[in-house]
């Protein structure tokens, strides 16, 4: 047990510096109106991954490590609230991708991962699994979720770049 929650903070400080890009889009945007159709999808998408990650990072590191009377029933709890952040997070993604409101990068893919991943969790919080395969699915599942935040802003930094972004389309011709 005493790994876990080690892991759990790295884990919330690589969400925290995600967190932190939020900003930076924030900027591109206002600087560049360039942005495609899925740009509020991939904003939402980028600050729902990056806090959901950090919050349930923190959320399990504390439970572990003070709160839990034992770790089963800590791996069991995380596991529910992280199957909910899934189902969510994922929902909105499948319905989006339905809707056609979203360009963001293999949607479909990454809705489908959500929600199995949401499927998962529910599974091990309903204590189907022994305790290393439930903790090793809520490690898993925020593995994810910080990969979705990786996505969202590779999306956004692709829409910003089309349409002849001068950061990105090259070195300019210099006169002779």
Same mark, same amino acid.
């Given at each position: 047990m005493n790994e876990y929650?080690?892991?759990l903070l790295a884990y919330a400080e690589v969400a925290a510096t995600l967190t932190g890009f939020i900003g930076v889009v924030f900027v591109f945007d206002e600087r560049s109106r360039r942005l495609g159709n899925d740009?509020?999808?991939a904003l939402?998408?980028?600050m729902y991954a990056s806090l959901s990650a950090l919050f349930l990072s923190l959320f399990a590191a504390l439970l572990l490590?003070?709160?839990a009377p034992n770790e089963q029933n800590a791996w069991r709890i995380c596991n529910g609230i992280s *199957?909910?952040?899934? %189902?969510? *997070?994922?929902?909105? %993604?499948?319905?989006?991708t339905l809707r056609r409101d979203t360009d963001l990068l293999r949607s479909g893919a990454s809705s489908a991962i959500g929600l199995g991943t949401a499927a998962l969790a529910f599974i091990a919080a309903a204590g189907y699994f022994t305790t290393d395969k439930q903790a090793l699915i809520f490690m898993l599942a925020t593995l994810w979720i910080l990969g979705v935040t990786v996505i969202a802003f590779l999306s956004l930094l692709?829409?910003?770049s089309e349409d002849g972004d001068s950061a990105v389309a090259g070195p300019r011709q210099i006169r002779k």
């Open positions: 929650p080690v892991v740009r509020p999808s939402f998408h980028l490590e003070y709160c *199957g909910a952040i899934h %189902l969510f *997070g994922g929902g909105r %993604l499948a319905l989006e692709m829409s910003a």
